[in-house]
């Protein structure tokens, strides 16, 4: 509160220094008392700003500064500054008379009990006078009253005192027993009334709010239900689609795996013809001994043209026998088959497998093992509707089940049992 600034931020911190130092007296840290009592006179003599003045604050704050630094002071001991705040108490006394109970303890502590007397007699008289007699102020001073003439050793004053306390506590405790009871009583009656009407309110609004609800319940699931089946719908049409596009991929790759293989078998009897030819030729020429045409030279010194073309067609050549071997002897479906062993496959070292698969594929070695795996899988599924999915990961040679669900989707955008019941559906 010190470090801020706000409307009532001396009004908190009077309240707040005020119980601190109550509590430090009752605990008798009246050394502590002392530095609360120097924080909050700061308070009290400070510049307000803004916050709104209270008539008579100033004095009534200074008179409670001087009963405490008394009553502080003589309990350390230092008697005379506690008599010289005692003096300066006496001339504020007149001020708020009914603060005068912050100075008792002094008194008690130096046994000035007439003065105590003095002091509260002088206070019952005007609450008696103004009709206020039945209040805690008028307990406080029956209280200090039966104790100061008890110490004085005049016990029957004393006990008249504490009589008297006894019968007030009792009035007190009555009347606000009574009190309470009429303002529960005039409560009652007023709220009973409005309890009923505001039931009543409350079961209409209620009921306009279940009907309400229940609308909207019933809107939200039809339009839910509308969701549903239109993306069900679509999911359907987009999984026969893609059912229908996978079954074309795996014909047409097994009528191209066919003409492959006619293919491979006309080219295996051309180099046979072509062999032979060569043969028949090399009987037929002259033995020529290093005797070389003009033409020849420079066709020697010409750069070699249709290199790339020439690799390429060997890098074909290469993919499509080991591609005939893969087809007819399916290795890949052993979980353990890899680019090593498809490298020993085609006879290449991993650098021109790369080469060779990015020609004729576009993709890496591991992407098109997989690949003939989820061929496999596929074909599996059309053939044996049957099988649970786990099986088939396991027979296509990827036996880790989310990994082949994972694949499958991110091949052919549907999952293994989606595919199964596009293929399957009426």
Do not use: W
């Amino acid at each position: 509160m010190l470090h801020t600034d706000y409307e009532y931020k001396y009004d908190n911190l009077r309240y707040n220094y005020n119980t601190l130092l109550v509590m430090q007296q009752r605990d008798k840290l009246y050394e502590e008392a002392l530095s609360t009592l120097d924080a909050l006179q700061s308070v009290v003599t400070r510049e307000q700003g803004g916050e709104p003045q209270m008539q008579g604050l100033e004095q009534k704050e200074l008179k409670a500064l001087y009963a405490h630094r008394a009553v502080v002071l003589q309990r350390l001991g230092r008697h005379k500054e506690a008599e010289e705040f005692y003096k300066k108490f006496l001339t504020v006394s007149h001020v708020h008379s009914r603060d005068n109970y912050l100075i008792m303890p002094y008194l008690f502590d130096r046994r000035m009990y007439d003065e105590i007397i003095r002091m509260n007699t002088t206070r019952e008289q005007f609450l008696i006078s103004q009709r206020d007699s039945v209040n805690y102020h008028m307990v406080t001073i029956k209280r200090t009253l039966g104790e100061a003439y008890a110490s004085k050793g005049d016990y029957r004053r004393s006990t008249h005192y504490y009589k008297q306390l006894s019968i007030l506590c009792d009035s007190i405790k009555k009347r606000e027993e009574r009190n309470t009871a009429l303002e529960l009583a005039a409560i009652y009656d007023t709220t009973e009334k409005e309890a009923l009407l505001q039931q009543q309110a409350n079961e209409l609004r209620e009921r306009n709010i279940l009907l309400i609800s229940a609308i909207c319940i019933m809107l939200l699931l039809c339009a839910g239900l509308a969701l549903i089946v239109r993306y069900t719908l679509n999911i359907r049409r987009k999984n026969r689609a893609m059912a229908r596009s996978i079954n074309e991929e795996m014909n047409s790759k097994k009528r191209l795996s066919e003409s492959r293989d006619t293919i491979n078998a006309l080219q295996q009897k051309i180099e046979q013809m072509k062999t032979a030819a060569e043969c028949r030729q090399e009987d037929n020429m002259p033995d020529l001994q290093d005797h070389g045409t003009e033409d020849d030279e420079e066709k020697d010194n010409e750069p070699k043209r249709g290199y790339n073309t020439l690799e390429q067609i060997e890098n074909r050549r290469i993919f499509d026998l080991m591609e005939g071997i893969l087809s007819k002897q399916s290795p890949y479906l052993d979980p353990k088959f890899s680019r090593h062993d498809l490298c020993m496959l085609s006879g290449t070292n991993r650098t021109r497998l790369n080469v060779i698969l990015m020609q004729c594929t576009g993709v890496s070695s591991t992407a098109y093992i997989n690949n003939l795996r989820l061929e496999h899988a596929v074909e599996l599924i059309r053939e044996h509707p049957e099988y649970i999915i786990s099986h088939i990961a396991e027979e296509c040679g990827l036996p880790n089940a989310s990994t082949f669900h994972r694949l499958f989707r991110e091949r052919y955008d549907m999952t293994p049992n989606e595919y199964r019941n596009a293929i399957f559906e009426k």
